[in-house]
């Protein structure tokens, strides 16, 4: 054990987890069925669809087994291509005249090869049928990638609770405030990478986007909704179950043990 702590890594107990991180390293170990099909890009939009409507997914424009370059080229100008059973391997192309087609194809079923569930153990994707996503790339007013709303959904059984993580990059680095659900700045704490300062303006539509969590989130006892808020019209992303692998860092420790009370007792 004292040769995990050295390399940085945090021990965990996952036979009687306490903190947020425990339970989310003992979620490997009890996973379930809805952990795989949220985590299938394909499946999920299923999901969502039942859930809340296809009015809030971003429109497919192809799923493939194997990319070829007249697939790309059949594609708009703009696009972005991610992997059923991946996550982070994603391709943004804003302006295809400006790239190098063959180099994307290369790219894009190179990442099919990829067991991402045996990279951090989240075992779940493995199961998942691999297929190559083309979506419709959303850009904001500014015709920039738009900004990411995060919502942390608890229920324990006893009480819910929602904390907001709203990302944005300033000069190509990420940042992240975290608010609690009147988008008020009271959370003393860090998840992960933290905040420059900057004042971010509450969404218009805060509640019907909580809403849209609320419903999304009511098959588990926690769950983070990945959105998208894009002239007045909200966007799913994705549902994610395991958060940074369980390894992102609070500040103070005891946000971690808070975050646990509020995940409650259960894995599902």
Not at 19 to 48: G, H, P
Not at 166 to 174: A, P, R, S
Not at 208 to 229: H, P
Request: charged share 30%.
């Amino acid at each position: 054990m004292a040769k995990y702590k050295e390399m940085g890594f945090e021990e965990f107990d996952i036979h009687n987890p306490k903190t947020f991180s425990e339970k989310l390293q003992a979620r490997r170990i009890y996973k379930n069925d809805l952990m795989e099909i949220c985590a299938d890009k394909n499946k999920a939009r299923e999901y969502v669809r039942e859930k809340i409507g296809e009015q809030y997914l971003i429109p497919q424009l192809f799923c493939k087994k194997k990319v070829t370059k007249k697939d790309i080229e059949n594609l708009p100008n703009s696009f972005i291509l991610k992997i059923s059973n991946g996550s982070g391997n994603n391709i943004l192309v804003k302006d295809k005249s400006k790239e190098n087609i063959n180099d994307i194809v290369k790219l894009i079923n190179f990442y099919t090869k990829i067991q991402y569930g045996y990279i951090w153990g989240e075992f779940h994707y493995n199961n998942i049928p691999i297929n190559i996503v083309a979506e419709e790339l959303l850009l904001d007013e500014n015709g920039e990638v738009p900004n990411d709303i995060k919502v942390h959904c608890f229920n324990n059984g006893k009480e819910k609770h929602k904390i907001i993580e709203y990302h944005y990059k300033v000069d190509g680095v990420n940042y992240k405030n975290m608010y609690d659900e009147n988008w008020e700045e009271s959370l003393d704490y860090i998840f992960g990478f933290k905040s420059d300062g900057r004042k971010v303006e509450k969404p218009k539509k805060l509640d019907k986007i909580l809403n849209v969590c609320d419903r999304l989130s009511e098959d588990t006892n926690y769950v983070r909704v990945d959105l998208y808020y894009i002239k007045g019209k909200i966007y799913f992303g994705e549902l994610t179950f395991i958060p940074g692998a369980g390894y992102s860092k609070f500040q103070p420790d005891s946000a971690n043990l808070l975050w646990g009370e509020y995940m409650g007792d259960e894995f599902k």
